[in-house]
């Protein structure tokens, strides 16, 4: 953990970057001024909206904006970022905007604006300007691009030897040069820290004198690092299924991705258990589920979304339990995990390990999860496969595979939001990404600004999970009520 001198220069560091910020804000916005760091933005936005190309749903505008490739370097080259909105429903209670941070890393934030905005509560698209923006690296902001051959040659992330471990080494370093050449020099500045300069530039193009932020997922650590970066910016901010970027060790990290995952996998078992209409009930759901992970191993399970080809058991877990888990749809895999069981053990077509998200490298940016060796990762692999027995090689072992050998720009650490506004730490009690004690030690973190919200349901996702959470989240986005510290919201049936 670092040491308080070391967050000292850290916190420093920021600071001057925002300075930098500041002075290239005039560029960015169009403005003939540059502002200080802590002088009133801009009164008037300078984004020109025009119909989203390819858009069915009437109703959002899209736009672009410019800015720095790297924020240390404002003078240098540029990207455009893509940018959409909705309007406030209601013109007349308008609040102002609402920028959302996508999740993933590698989620598009315009496709959420344009097909998905029934994401956010009635109130809050009543009363606010629904904006967000595709990340630097990631849709229609100069997206991260590499040779489709190469992507197809990805080695198992399953090692079984040194010889794998050297082998994945040497991959990695191939494909980063690769992407690296065919996406230009974004490729070297994609890391959190710089998308909170992106988004201090869009609000400050919006005409908000302060932010109001709603973050999801991997978006809560970009908002957590703006609050950090520019504490007296912050207007309202939410945080929801939260990251806690002061897990510095590569164990830990590992360890606390797997518990929460097994917690839903036995949250799963449970309610098959005790549910009549689950298709699996009166059976013993492990044994049905291990059945499937050993024909899987095997080469004869069937890939349900493609009829003749394999489903590996890493799939089978990443793509068909977890999928499910994030959605709390536990009827749902019941359904699943029986129709594969009933099914005939066939031979397949093997299948190459599964892409990873498109913005990986953006992960590898701003998580340092070292690995010195195989013996190393075998025994990482092996503390996942104890923590989380139903459910081995799950996805962030492969994160930390594909990141083996690069450079991370933006590491962690605790974070350091003094005299920043309340701010809304909400998760599911049950979240199988980002678990609960994550939000609580993030809500410690930010000490008096840290107000936690408990969801004591399943999923990854809470802020409109029932009226409770959404009246509460509601409430704090549109006129500051903030809930009392500890509130718990009571879980809705999977």
């Not at 924020?71 to 429903?89: F, N, Q, Y």
């Not at 910016?233 to 590569?250: F, G, K």
């Not at 024909?295 to 979304?305: F, T, V």
């Not at 799939?315 to 999928?323: M, Q």
């Amino acid at each position: 953990m670092p040491s308080r001198g070391t967050k000292a220069l850290r916190r420093t560091a920021l600071r001057r970057t925002a300075t930098v910020v500041g002075a290239a804000m005039a560029v960015v916005t169009g403005l003939a001024a540059a502002p200080a760091v802590h002088a009133p933005p801009p009164a008037t936005g300078s984004l020109r909206w025009g119909p989203c190309a390819g858009s069915t749903q009437p109703g959002a505008e899209c736009s672009t904006f410019s800015v720095p490739v790297d924020w240390a370097d404002p003078r240098g080259p540029r990207l455009e970022l893509a940018v959409a909105r909705r309007k406030a429903t209601d013109p007349g209670a308008r609040v102002g905007s609402m920028v959302f941070g996508p999740g993933g890393p590698g989620d598009s934030g315009v496709t959420m604006v344009v097909d998905r905005v029934s994401r956010f509560s009635p109130e809050v698209r009543r009363r606010f300007d629904i904006v967000s923006f595709d990340p630097r690296g990631v849709g229609g902001s100069n997206p991260v691009t590499c040779s489709a051959e190469l992507l197809a040659e990805r080695p198992s992330p399953q090692l079984k030897s040194q010889a794998d471990f050297d082998a994945t080494m040497a991959y990695n370093k191939r494909l980063r040069a690769d992407c690296r050449a065919r996406t230009g020099p974004v490729f070297d500045h994609l890391d959190t820290a710089q998308t909170v300069q992106d988004v201090d530039a869009l609000r400050a193009a919006l005409g908000e004198r302060k932010l109001t932020f709603h973050g999801s997922s991997y978006g809560t650590l970009l908002g957590a690092q703006y609050a950090e970066t520019h504490p007296r910016r912050v207007r309202a901010m939410v945080l929801e299924s939260v990251m806690d970027h002061s897990v510095a060790a590569t164990h830990d990290f590992l360890r606390a991705e797997a518990a929460s995952a097994e917690d839903s996998f036995q949250e799963f078992v449970q309610w098959c258990d005790r549910t009549a209409d689950c298709a699996l009930h009166g059976r013993d759901v492990r044994t049905v589920w291990r059945g499937l992970l050993d024909r899987a191993r095997q080469g004869e399970l069937e890939d349900p979304a493609s009829p003749g080809r394999a489903l590996s058991s890493p799939d089978l877990v990443n793509k068909i339990a977890f999928r499910k888990f994030y959605e709390a749809d536990y009827a749902g895999l019941a359904t699943v995990i029986a129709t594969m069981h009933a099914s005939e053990p066939v031979p397949a077509t093997p299948t190459s390990p599964a892409p990873l998200p498109p913005a990986t490298p953006v992960f590898c940016s701003d998580w340092h999860l070292p690995v010195r060796d195989f013996k190393t990762y075998a025994s990482l692999v092996a503390m996942m496969h104890k923590t989380a027995p139903d459910l081995p090689y799950l996805l962030p072992v492969h994160m930390v595979a594909a990141c083996l050998g690069a450079p991370t720009a933006n590491p962690q650490h605790r974070l350091d939001a003094h005299g920043a506004p309340p701010i809304l730490v909400s998760n599911a009690l049950h979240d199988p990404a980002t678990g609960h004690p994550w939000a609580v030690s993030v809500a410690r973190q930010l000490g008096r600004s840290g107000v936690l919200l408990t969801y004591e349901g399943h999923g990854h996702g809470s802020v409109t999970s029932g009226p409770c959470m959404q009246d509460a989240v509601d409430g704090y986005l549109t006129d500051l009520t903030v809930p009392p510290r500890g509130t718990s919201c009571p879980a809705r049936r999977p």
